[in-house]
């Protein structure tokens, strides 16, 4: 009898280290889910921290062509190819609402060529700034892209023709074009329209918010929303 109730006893104890043991390891687990979860949020956080970081710097460009207040309340980021036609359209509406509240819009203006060939006009361009007339030779390829912009291809022996109004120094525009300066900042404005997701032209970004959807009334509508604030 004795023996049977010694083994009797024994066995609640074994049924109590096997709780235990249980108890033990969902315990563990939990802390390792706990742990992974807090680290894994931790991890998505410095990785979006670090997405904002990466795109705050694409936009904040120094060395690109500027127009208006740079103090200005609302700050534009636009994305062009001088070939695009759509950009030839909406170029003009951005000067016409800066013009319609002086002070308040700044314009800084990026470089990307998606259009066959486009990137000797932009070469043209950025040669264009050492001569100061680098607007005035935006607006003249822009006004006159029919001249020189074929079945969406760029035929550059046709620009020097179409933007002799402006006054160039040609000689001195076919030195500069290829210069290493000029070469690194048409590659800066590539690297960050790739860090923004740039596809097509023209593309603007508000304040660092880009259109919701492409349109001239929601470009429109995000100005006077940032104007407004």
Aim: hydrophobic share 40%; proline share 5%.
């Amino acid at each position: 009898m004795s023996k049977e109730s010694g083994n009797q006893n024994e066995k609640p104890k074994s049924g109590l280290s096997r709780t235990s043991l249980l108890v033990t390891v969902i315990g563990l687990l939990v802390i390792v889910l706990v742990s992974a979860t807090v680290l894994f949020e931790s991890d998505d956080g410095q990785s979006l921290q670090s997405e904002a970081a990466a795109r705050q710097a694409a936009l904040a460009s120094a060395h690109s062509p500027t127009l208006g207040n740079p103090s200005a309340k609302v700050q534009i980021v636009e994305f062009i190819d001088p070939a695009c036609g759509t950009c030839a359209l909406f170029f003009p509406l951005v000067k016409q609402w800066m013009a319609q509240v002086p002070g308040q819009i700044h314009l800084s203006v990026r470089h990307v060529a998606f259009h066959n060939g486009s990137d000797y006009a932009v070469r043209i361009l950025e040669a264009s700034r050492k001569q100061d007339k680098y607007w005035q030779t935006l607006e003249a390829l822009l006004a006159s892209q029919d001249q020189w912009v074929s079945n969406h291809v760029v035929q550059p022996e046709r620009i020097a023709p179409a933007i002799a109004g402006v006054g160039l120094n040609m000689d001195q525009i076919m030195a500069d074009m290829n210069s290493t300066e000029i070469t690194q900042r048409i590659e800066q404005d590539k690297k960050d329209s790739v860090t923004l997701k740039v596809s097509a032209t023209p593309e603007y970004f508000v304040n660092g918010r880009p259109l919701p959807s492409f349109g001239q009334q929601q470009l429109a509508d995000l100005i006077r929303e940032e104007l407004g604030k």
